[in-house]
């Protein structure tokens, strides 16, 4: 562990050191937030449906009560415009309120009853019974790039709340002020709604011990993570190391390829340039949907689309990034993307005066160097991507087949253009988590059927969801009950159904007793 006691938070458009200090965590305080979560555990589980989801709520409403107090220091902290923070804050509280609904309703827990048959031959069929049941305590990393939506209170601790698990999250070091805020109003909740000491804690640290820690230890069941793809990659290895291993839920990025087809890029080019600036600097490119990788197909159409995209990206404002450290981590992507052989640098948006600053640029190459350089299939987090120009149909469909796991891929197109490629069609659900047609990957809506996940390396669980009611998925295991009298059974599976939910009866869905 780290000898220093304390740190600060930097702010991002200064490097200055902001209001503070925060402590780092110690071994003795680690150990003692995972025990009251363990202890906290065996009573949470148990709380009925309706205040659980009376909690989640109430964590929102905790949060806009915290005011603008908390907009402000998210802004000097992350660099994040008010305005992005303020849709940010509506999300968080959003996501809660979908998980509280999703609890309260109860059908989730995807309950299903095999009824008994006695006189089965040659064998009876016993009563079988199955539901899922939360893991138990889930350590959360706050994301830098969503300091709400993805950190303290955000999807992944909605999710595992909902789920029925304590959670411990570990604030990003970017954002510690912000995590510290959040955590009061979510200790409020607790308060105001009973839940046991325990339910929630949050960790502070600068060092990647504080981490390592929590994922080792005994008491925590599963890990929910959106970062880097050393971070992710690191934790799921301490996770199989353990002498338990647990679940990692890491979702570590990836380049959304986006594929323009020869139709559209005649028909739409000016409209599909312009767009794709757009994607390509919101938030300034720090998004993990950020379009960093394009596939074109050589054509005199293409013209109109480059020029319009050179003007757009050209005239883009440079934007503060998250940290010191993700600008320079930025810059040196650029600096590798510019030391790679047949790669234009094709057009540079404005400079910035933060010493954060993050300058939008575009680069251009041939796929046959493309094919050659694995580099540029690399995410360089920021508003930067590179665009590739196939020769041929075939060299796009082959592109794709070499495609390593992404969270998104798009394609634009006509019908014609979605006729005559319809075999990316098959390619791409094999790669990637979401596909959209004729529209930008960044913007990922909080739904029921979102997926915002997908084949490794984008994350380590491509199974699973971070975004949408599908998250709480991760954070449960199926159990199943065989003969046991009713009155031991929990609700959710009781032949009266108290609960009113739907389940699977012997092959129906129902949502009446038994
Ligand atoms: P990060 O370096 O992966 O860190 C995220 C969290 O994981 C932090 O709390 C960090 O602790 C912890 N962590 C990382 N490596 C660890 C290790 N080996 N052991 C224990 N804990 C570890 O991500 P970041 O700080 O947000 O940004 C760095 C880079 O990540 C960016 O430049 C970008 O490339 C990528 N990123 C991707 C996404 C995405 O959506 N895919 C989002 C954000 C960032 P410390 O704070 O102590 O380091």
């Known amino acids: 562990m780290s000898n220093q006691s304390t740190f600060y938070a930097i702010n991002a458009a200064t490097n200055e050191e902001l209001e503070g200090p925060f402590e780092n965590a110690t071994l003795e305080h680690i150990d003692s937030v995972v025990n009251t979560a363990t202890a906290a555990f065996d009573i ?44 940010e804050r509506g999300r ?18 995807d309950a299903r009853i095999d009824t008994a048959i006695p006189d089965r031959a040659p064998l009876p069929k016993a009563d079988i019974r199955h539901m899922l049941i939360p893991l138990g305590p889930v350590v959360v990393f706050g994301a830098s790039n969503f300091p709400l939506a993805f950190s303290t209170a955000g999807g992944d601790t909605a999710s ?3 789920a029925g698990c304590p959670v411990i999250v570990k604030g990003h070091k970017a954002h510690p002020g912000t995590s510290k805020m959040v955590a009061d109003a979510i200790s409020k ?15 502070l ?11 080792k230890h005994p008491g925590v069941k599963a890990v929910g993570f959106t970062g880097s793809y050393g971070g992710g990659k690191a934790l799921f290895e301490y996770a199989n190391a353990r002498p338990e291993p647990i679940p990692v839920f890491a979702e570590m990025g990836s380049t959304n390829p986006v594929f323009i087809l020869p139709e559209a890029l005649k028909e739409k080019g000016e409209e599909i340039a312009a767009g794709m600036a757009g994607s390509i600097t919101l938030g300034v490119g720090q998004f993990c949907t950020n379009p960093g990788l394009s596939f074109v197909q050589k054509s005199d159409d293409l013209n109109k689309f480059y020029n319009q995209l050179k003007l757009k990206i050209s005239e883009s404002p440079a934007g503060v990034m998250l940290t010191p450290d993700i600008k320079k981590a930025y810059d040196k992507g650029i600096e590798r993307t510019l030391s790679i052989k047949n790669v234009e640098e094709f057009s540079v948006g404005l400079n910035g005066d933060s010493p954060n600053a993050g300058t939008p640029r ?33 060299e796009i469909i082959e592109a794709a087949k070499n ?8 394609v634009f197109g006509t019908a014609k253009d979605l006729e005559e490629y319809k075999e990316l069609f098959d390619i791409l659900p094999k790669k990637v988590g979401r596909i959209i047609v004729n529209g930008y990957p960044t913007g990922v809506e909080v739904c029921h059927s979102m997926v915002h996940g997908g084949p490794y390396p984008s994350t380590t669980a491509p199974q699973s969801t971070s975004v949408g009611t599908g998250a709480i998925k991760r954070f449960v295991r199926p159990v199943c009950f065989q003969s046991y009298p009713n009155s031991l059974l929990p609700d959710e599976l009781k032949n009266e159904n108290p609960l009113n939910i739907w389940r699977l009866v012997d092959g129906d869905f129902k949502n009446s007793k038994i």
């Open 189 to 203: 909740a607790i308060d105001i709604c009973g839940m046991p000491k325990g339910t929630f804690s949050l960790i």
């Open 160 to 162: 595992a709340l909902a």
């Open 205 to 215: 640290g600068n060092t990647r011990s504080v981490g390592e820690t929590l994922v």
């Open 44 to 87: 949470y589980k148990k709380v009925d449906n309706n205040k659980k989801a009376a909690f989640l709520d109430q964590i929102a409403d905790e949060i806009l009560n915290l005011g603008d107090a908390l907009l402000e220091r998210c802004h000097l902290e992350t660099g994040l415009p008010i305005a992005r923070l303020q849709g």
């Open 403 to 410: 495609l390593c796991g992404h969270l998104t891929a798009t």
């Open 362 to 394: 575009i680069f251009k190459t041939s796929i046959e160097d493309f094919n050659q350089n694995e580099d540029l299939s690399e995410e360089n987090f920021g508003p930067s991507s590179v665009l590739v120009e196939a020769n041929s149909k075939n």
């Open 92 to 109: 968080t509280m959003g996501q809660l309120k979908l998980f509280a609904s999703l609890v309260r309703e109860g059908s989730w827990v």
